[in-house]
């Protein structure tokens, strides 16, 4: 019934004198000196005056038209918004990490440093890297400071190098890094099982190039299989092999890239390491060296000697400083909570699960969806609206329609390999029951299809808002309400 009422915004239920001050009368002179008088206002040109119950009301209508993974399976594929398990919330909200001060002498935060190191030591042992920096605060923050990392050993060998090549089935950031750190970009086509084709990164490599950018598993899902053969080509010419980690989800306690020749990687810690993902962050995207990277490490770096914390920012040859302090540290702690709550046996139970959800989706929509590449996939798998396109329904007309049955949609669209692509990554959050509602959906809507595809051109029928004008909405946007627009 919430999602028939039509919610008015705050200022069409204003009336004069209403408002939330439950305060008595000042029975003392009030005082013109209160902050100096700077930040004092008399009126707010018009602001709503509307009464406490109708505010408390009015959000809480609003945060009920939205969805969230705690309400239900969010299979945004290559995004991995798995559940966030509440006990890291609770414990990186102690107060002994909140209330830390940034500047305080290192006697006084040892422990917080500690905390720092420790998860280095936990992600270099989870992933087979030498040294960890967990300064990048996203994922493609942490893809520049790799790159940036490889620039920076190159031209301090006197061999900057100008290319870099990256396989189209890369995430879509990957070539903005490169870029930005002076690179230009060449892409690598990849072969009819979807991985990257060797003769082509074999044709493409030269001692011009500074590396290799590699997804792994790729956007489609894929594993890399003949990595080693990719790192050796690489190496053989002098260049680097940087990885990007954000689907490290499917990997961890199984392979570590270490172990496949990359010399550099980023990992997602708000994909991959449960902290809440999206809505602005704050993410994390730590990144992980081989010895000969790490003399360039960001500043600070957190050292250990005998028992004692240091922080130490005198490294000549840094790339400097990423970010602020040591970064969003709290989404640190909780990656931290995740990783020893899990232990060794639950991180790799984590990919062994998203790997089953996910073909257990897979193998469930064969044959109602095409599906372009056929290779055995690991935490995702890539769907196409090939069939329903033969009824006129796109995959935006089926996203919306899923939107109907109370799921949210799959990540469209992408990778571009894939034209009208659906890329559903479960995760191994998800309980059986879940998986089969939201297969069951999709069954659903692969029938509506081919016996009444209006119903799915015209979806969503259930919202507030219907089918949006996303062109007019992305070139025009009406960020603030006016009364007389």
């Given at each position: 019934?919430?999602?028939?009422?039509?919610?008015?915004?705050?200022?069409?239920?204003?009336?004069?004198?209403?408002?939330?001050?439950?305060?008595?009368?000042?029975?003392?002179?009030?005082?013109?000196?209160?902050?100096?008088?700077?930040?004092?206002?008399?009126?707010?040109?018009?602001?709503?005056?509307?009464?406490?119950?109708?505010?408390?009301?009015?959000?809480?209508?609003?945060?009920?038209?939205?969805?969230?993974?705690?309400?239900?399976?969010?299979?945004?594929?290559?995004?991995?918004?798995?559940?966030?398990?509440?006990?890291?919330?609770?414990?990186?909200?102690?107060?002994?990490?909140?209330?830390?001060?940034?500047?305080a002498p290192e006697e006084d935060i040892q422990g917080n440093l500690e905390v720092l190191k420790l998860t280095e030591k936990l992600l270099s042992e989870i992933t087979g890297m030498?040294?960890?920096?967990?300064?990048?605060?996203?994922?493609?923050?942490?893809?520049?400071?790799?790159?940036?990392?490889?620039?920076?050993?190159?031209?301090?060998?006197?061999?900057?190098?100008?290319?870099?090549?990256?396989p189209d089935s890369a995430h879509g950031t990957n070539p903005s890094s490169a870029h930005i750190c002076g690179y230009t970009v060449k892409e690598i086509k990849s072969n009819a099982?979807?991985?990257?084709?060797?003769?082509?990164?074999?044709?493409?490599?030269?001692?011009?190039?500074?590396?290799?950018?590699?997804?792994?598993?790729?956007?489609?899902?894929?594993?890399?299989?003949?990595?080693?053969?990719?790192?050796?080509?690489?190496?053989?010419?002098?260049?680097?092999?940087?990885?990007?980690?954000?689907?490290?989800?499917?990997?961890?306690?199984?392979?570590?890239?270490?172990?496949?020749?990359?010399?550099?990687?980023?990992?997602?810690?708000?994909?991959?390491?449960?902290?809440?993902?999206?809505?602005?962050?704050?993410?994390?995207?730590?990144?992980?060296?081989?010895?000969?990277?790490?003399?360039?490490?960001?500043?600070?770096?957190?050292?250990?000697?005998?028992?004692?914390?240091?922080?130490?920012?005198?490294?000549?040859?840094?790339?400097?400083?990423?970010?602020?302090?040591?970064?969003?540290?709290?989404?640190?702690?909780?990656?931290?909570?995740?990783?020893?709550?899990?232990?060794?046996?639950?991180?790799?139970?984590?990919?062994?699960?998203?790997?089953?959800?996910?073909?257990?989706?897979?193998?469930?929509?064969?044959?109602?969806?095409?599906?372009?590449?056929?290779?055995?996939?690991?935490?995702?798998?890539?769907?196409?609206?090939?069939?329903?396109?033969?009824?006129?329904?796109?995959?935006?007309?089926?996203?919306?329609?899923?939107?109907?049955?109370?799921?949210?949609?799959?990540?469209?669209?992408?990778?571009?390999?894939?034209?009208?692509?659906?890329?559903?990554?479960?995760?191994?959050?998800?309980?059986?029951?879940?998986?089969?509602?939201?297969?069951?959906?999709?069954?659903?809507?692969?029938?509506?299809?081919?016996?009444?595809?209006?119903?799915?051109?015209?979806?969503?029928?259930?919202?507030?808002?219907?089918?949006?004008?996303?062109?007019?909405?992305?070139?025009?946007?009406?960020?603030?309400?006016?009364?007389?627009?």
């Amino acid at each position: 019934m919430i999602r028939e009422i039509r919610e008015p915004l705050l200022f069409e239920i204003s009336a004069e004198g209403k408002g939330c001050s439950y305060l008595a009368p000042l029975d003392v002179p009030e005082s013109a000196e209160t902050l100096s008088g700077v930040a004092l206002r008399e009126t707010i040109e018009g602001f709503p005056e509307v009464s406490e119950t109708e505010v408390t009301r009015h959000f809480t209508r609003l945060s009920q038209k939205n969805y969230c993974v705690d309400m239900g399976i969010y299979p945004l594929g290559s995004c991995t918004m798995k559940y966030n398990p509440k006990i890291n919330e609770k414990l990186s909200s102690l107060p002994a990490f909140t209330e830390s001060h940034p500047q305080a002498p290192e006697e006084d935060i040892q422990g917080n440093l500690e905390v720092l190191k420790l998860t280095e030591k936990l992600l270099s042992e989870i992933t087979g890297m030498d040294a960890f920096s967990l300064q990048p605060a996203a994922g493609a923050h942490g893809e520049l400071a790799g790159m940036m990392l490889i620039r920076a050993l190159l031209e301090d060998r006197g061999d900057p190098r100008k290319f870099v090549l990256i396989p189209d089935s890369a995430h879509g950031t990957n070539p903005s890094s490169a870029h930005i750190c002076g690179y230009t970009v060449k892409e690598i086509k990849s072969n009819a099982a979807g991985m990257i084709d060797l003769g082509n990164l074999a044709e493409a490599m030269s001692d011009e190039v500074a590396a290799l950018m590699v997804t792994n598993p790729n956007t489609l899902g894929v594993f890399e299989s003949e990595i080693l053969e990719a790192t050796r080509i690489v190496h053989d010419k002098g260049g680097l092999v940087y990885m990007d980690g954000a689907n490290m989800n499917a990997l961890t306690g199984i392979v570590r890239p270490g172990d496949m020749g990359v010399d550099v990687l980023h990992l997602n810690l708000h994909k991959t390491f449960s902290t809440p993902h999206g809505g602005g962050g704050p993410g994390s995207g730590p990144v992980g060296v081989k010895k000969i990277l790490e003399p360039y490490l960001p500043v600070p770096v957190v050292v250990e000697k005998e028992g004692r914390f240091a922080i130490d920012t005198d490294r000549p040859k840094s790339i400097g400083r990423m970010r602020s302090f040591f970064a969003n540290y709290l989404v640190v702690v909780r990656a931290l909570c995740y990783i020893l709550s899990l232990g060794p046996r639950g991180m790799r139970e984590i990919a062994e699960t998203a790997v089953l959800n996910a073909n257990y989706i897979r193998k469930s929509l064969e044959g109602l969806y095409h599906l372009k590449y056929d290779a055995p996939t690991l935490h995702e798998c890539v769907f196409s609206d090939k069939r329903q396109k033969e009824h006129g329904v796109s995959n935006l007309d089926i996203a919306k329609r899923l939107i109907d049955t109370g799921v949210h949609p799959p990540t469209m669209s992408f990778p571009l390999i894939v034209h009208g692509a659906l890329m559903i990554e479960p995760t191994e959050t998800e309980s059986r029951r879940d998986l089969d509602l939201f297969i069951e959906a999709m069954v659903k809507i692969a029938g509506e299809a081919e016996k009444d595809p209006e119903v799915l051109r015209s979806a969503p029928h259930i919202t507030y808002v219907r089918r949006l004008d996303e062109t007019g909405a992305a070139r025009n946007p009406v960020l603030r309400w006016e009364k007389n627009p």
